[in-house]
């Protein structure tokens, strides 16, 4: 029988760029195994280093396109570029599609890129906890910029904000009310507000109603960054150099302003956040039959009311969790 490696040991070859540790790693995160979280626990200690870009926007935006050149014009740059996209969980079966290792087939043979596909697994937001612990092996494999391109569920997307560097929302003509989506929350997200599909000859409107919208709501002052619009045609190849350039220049924003102070704070805050939302939610699962079968019944008599019973149940986990982490 072959002896597994251990968690701590891949971890080492993490750090050395060993693509395959990282799969390996990102496979253990996602299966839940308890053994990797002290190894995920080391290499945060080597995070940091990555500039992250999340990548969103309604379906059909054509944000895999996107994504597969823009690694193109990152990679001619002479930069690495590892990417976590999200797909859709089955409500049923909590499988994923996990298509766009095919949708991105021409980018896999390159030593410089590594995709990564991942189920949300139901996470509203659509992040889920292995997602992030998946840009922190990348992080500290060496990879110089790490893209997540979320599900794309509009208003509920919102999570990619506190979990990246730069946000570009990508938009394209034709897709319904632009302005109503722009209501639904879209505009305030963006660092970079994307375009695609160009070439078509609606794609001007949705352009100039963008850019107007963000002068409305531009806030006025020195150092206040501007989000640009730009638009990008896969059909024609343009644009995605001018993306990544954008995505360059806020990076420097963020620095020579101090911002990315804040969205590292915000970042932890978010990460800290899901961690225990999720050890709350897995010992509520595990406990919640032997736990809150009276408490329902209290609930229910109107003997107790919901949040007195939460707090009592919360209480009671307090022990559990504190003994299994």
Not at 73 to 96: C, K, L, M, N, Q
Not at 228 to 238: I, L, M, N, R
Request: aromatic share 2%.
């Amino acid at each position: 029988m072959i002896n597994r490696i251990s968690s701590m040991k891949l971890a080492e070859r993490v750090r050395e760029g060993h693509v395959r540790a990282i799969a390996r790693l990102i496979t253990r995160v996602e299966s839940g195994d308890p053994e990797v979280r002290q190894a995920m626990a080391e290499l945060y200690k080597s995070t940091g280093r990555a500039h992250v870009v999340g990548i969103t926007g309604v379906p059909g935006a054509g944000k895999s396109t996107l994504v597969t050149q823009l690694v193109l014009e990152y990679r001619a740059s002479g930069r690495t570029v590892g990417v976590v996209a999200i797909d859709p969980s089955s409500p049923f079966s909590g499988g994923a599609i996990l298509g766009d290792r095919i949708r991105m087939g021409e980018l896999v043979s390159d030593p410089g890129v590594f995709i990564r596909s991942m189920a949300t697994r139901g996470t509203l937001g659509g992040l889920a906890r292995p997602a992030l612990d998946a840009v922190d092996l990348l992080d500290a494999g060496g990879f110089d910029v790490v893209l997540i391109e979320t599900v794309g569920v509009g208003q509920d997307e919102v999570d990619i904000v506190r979990a990246a560097h730069t946000t570009v929302v990508v938009n394209a003509p034709g897709l319904g009310d632009d302005i109503q989506a722009i209501k639904a929350g879209v505009l305030e997200i963006a660092d970079i507000h994307v375009v695609s599909k160009a070439d078509r000859p609606d794609s001007n409107k949705t352009i100039q109603e963008l850019k107007a919208m963000l002068m409305m709501s531009l806030e006025p002052g020195e150092g206040v960054w501007r989000v640009p619009v730009v638009p990008t045609s896969s059909e024609k190849h343009t644009g995605f150099g001018e993306l990544m350039a954008a995505i360059d220049l806020h990076a420097e924003h963020l620095e020579q302003s101090g911002e990315i102070t804040e969205r590292r704070r915000q970042i932890a805050l978010t990460r800290v956040v899901k961690v225990a939302e999720e050890i709350v939610r897995d010992n509520f699962a595990r406990d919640s039959r032997s736990q809150t079968e009276e408490l329902l019944k209290k609930v229910t008599q109107r003997q107790l009311d919901p949040h007195g019973a939460a707090v009592t149940l919360l209480k009671a986990m307090k022990e559990t969790i504190h003994e299994s982490h």
